[in-house]
């Protein structure tokens, strides 16, 4: 039986959607993967791996940097990819990267193999599998999309809070080496053979309504109305922006900045939070647990968020998470006990929990789900590049102070300026739209 058959099958025999299957396999994605390349379990391998070698943290740093620019160069032909052919290759082909390359770690004993093998699954991770699980989702989810991709950033977070703390004890137990080698066959056991099989493109492709709504709530397609802005309402209308068209929006850029900066502070933050707590005295375990309430607060964050989501328009929800990001930020720095440690970690948490939800859901809800691979393949470069610059940034600002006093400081003020700009990220209107308005205003 091929996968489509087996995709065909399954949709119509199941009582339920089919569109939950893929966000199952999307979730477990996010859950087991995702979080191996992140920072956030990076950060509990960065004392004991400088230790043995004599590493530099601006070292460690500059690869997520470097894995953050391939990421850039290979965004745009990611999101076209999966426009043209789904998710299912794509997730699964990265994967198996992923966790091909946290085994390699295992054996390494040279800057470069690090870089060799760190590079490649940081990619991967900051473009195929966010791209891939989130569009996925998107795609299959109109007017329950806040709901699914609320659950989404609950099953990364959830992951993401669990990896760095089994990393640490097995670290603590068996060391570094194996902890790596453990978490990579953990990746490859779970995400790569249900992607393959079924995670499909569009409702539409195997003939299924997209997201059926119950009783009276209907859904429209249009290429002549503007995105409501508050999220999910229950008349839904979708519109489909063309790639060109969405660049010809403020909006799109506006939105881009922004994550640039919310971003660099997620990355920058959360790769160095582990360090600076065991410099200011807290054991390792202590330290880790750190790192854990970070992701923890995301899974809170996503679930507040998404409800905020049906009642406030999305930019000013936006505003508020960039608000609670720079506040997280400057509290890690100001934080040395483990209750003001807790506490910065929670709110630098929600506020990141912010972002990715609320920027997928508005990307989805401003520009319709036609083209929201390549739109969102020309977008996440730019989020990535502030990622790419956050760590490395705080890095070499340790390694020429000593503390991380002046990158959490500008990384603050960063957040700041970019929750200001959201404000003015209004809905994008079509240009035949716009057109047809100033006729009618005549």
Same mark, same amino acid.
């Given at each position: ?21 893929? $966000? ?40 997520? #940097? ?9 965004? &745009? ?42 590079? &490649? ?5 900051? #473009? ?17 999309? &806040? ?7 609950? #099953? ?65 397609? #249009? ?79 996503? $679930? ?139």
């Amino acid at each position: 039986m091929t996968a489509n058959a087996l995709r065909s099958r399954l949709a119509q025999t199941l009582p339920f959607y089919y569109g939950w299957v893929v $966000f199952a396999i999307c979730a477990s994605t996010s859950y087991s993967t995702r979080p191996l390349m992140a920072v956030a379990t990076l950060t509990v391998f960065v004392v004991p791996m400088t230790e043995q070698f004599g590493w530099s943290r601006g070292l460690i740093s500059g690869a997520v #940097s470097l894995g953050g620019l391939c990421a850039v160069a290979i965004s &745009p032909i990611v999101g076209r990819l999966i426009d043209r052919s789904g998710s299912g290759v794509m997730v699964a082909a990265s994967s198996a990267v992923a966790g091909l390359c946290a085994i390699g770690l295992s054996t390494i004993s040279q800057a470069w193999a690090f870089y060799a093998l760190f590079v &490649p699954g940081r990619t991967v991770f900051a #473009s195929p599998l966010e791209l891939g699980t989130s569009t996925a989702v998107s795609n299959w989810f109109i007017r329950r999309r &806040p709901l699914a991709l609320a659950l989404i950033s609950a #099953s990364q977070g959830t992951g993401l809070a669990l990896m760095p703390l089994a990393a640490q004890f097995i670290i603590g137990g068996w060391g570094w080496r194996n902890a790596w080698f453990s978490l990579g066959l953990y990746t490859l056991i779970l995400s790569v053979i249900p992607p393959l099989l079924l995670l499909a493109r569009r409702p539409e492709d195997m003939g299924l309504d997209p997201d059926p709504a119950s009783g009276k709530a209907k859904l429209q397609t #249009s290429t002549t109305k503007t995105r409501r802005e508050v999220s999910g309402t229950s008349n839904v209308e979708e519109i489909n922006f063309t790639v060109r068209e969405a660049l010809y929006t403020k909006a799109f850029w506006i939105l881009s900045a922004f994550s640039a900066a919310g971003f660099m502070v997620q990355a920058g933050v959360s790769l160095h939070q582990v360090p600076h707590f065991i410099q200011q005295g807290l054991p390792a375990g202590q330290a880790a647990f750190m790192a854990s309430s970070f992701a923890f607060s995301q899974v809170f964050g996503g $679930f507040m968020w998404s409800t905020l989501a049906r009642r406030f328009p999305l930019r000013f929800l936006l505003a508020m998470a960039g608000l609670s990001v720079a506040t997280g930020a400057m509290g890690t720095w100001f934080s040395d006990t483990l209750t003001t440690g807790l506490m910065a970690s929670g709110m630098l948490g929600v506020g990141v929990g912010g972002l990715h939800l609320l920027l997928r859901l508005t990307w989805a809800d401003y520009y319709g789900r036609q083209y929201l691979g390549s739109i969102r393949g020309l977008t996440l470069p730019v989020q990535i590049a502030g990622q790419a610059v956050g760590p490395v940034l705080a890095g070499f600002m340790y390694d020429s102070y000593g503390n991380y006093q002046v990158p959490f400081t500008i990384f603050a003020i960063g957040a700041s300026l970019g929750a200001v700009l959201v404000l003015m990220a209004t809905p994008p209107r079509l240009p035949q739209q716009s057109t047809e308005e100033s006729k009618l205003q005549k």
